[in-house]
Nanobody, 115 residues
Framework: QVQLVESGGGLVQAGGSLRLSCVAS????????MGWYRQAPGKPRELVAT???????NYADSVKGRFTISRDNAKNTAFLEMKSLKLEDTAVYYC?????????WGQGTPVTVSS
């Protein structure tokens, strides 16, 4: 089992920045992928960004150039630096850990962008 604890969400004005953190614990494998997904009200959960232990990243087109994912593999922690936040970034952000075929989710941290 893997447990994920997210932090860093909150209320921010449009154009502002936030940094999310996710700490993984439990049966962590040396090769894995961690990332962030989000779900806005009434919408399906969508990919935001992922990063493997090798450093390979994948970003949603909507966040490219504004969001940056990073990891501290020694601490099993993933970060999401979010800049130039827009109203449409408002959502609950979920941390994800994957080492195929296992897939784990955090409980989510809300991000609200106000005008």
């Amino acid at each position: 089992q893997v447990q994920l604890v997210e932090s860093g969400g909150g209320l921010v004005q449009a154009g502002g920045s936030l940094r999310l953190s996710c700490v993984a614990s439990g049966s962590i494998l040396s090769i894995n992928r961690m990332g962030w997904y989000r779900q806005a009200p009434g919408k399906p959960r969508e990919l935001v960004a992922t990063m493997t232990t090798y450093g390979t990243t994948n970003y949603a087109d909507s966040v490219k150039g504004r969001f940056t994912i990073s990891r501290d593999n020694a601490k099993n922690t993933a970060f999401l630096e979010m800049k130039s936040l827009k109203l449409e970034d408002t959502a609950v952000y979920y941390c994800n850990y994957r080492d195929d075929p296992k897939d784990y989710w955090g409980q989510g941290t809300p991000v609200t962008v106000s005008s």
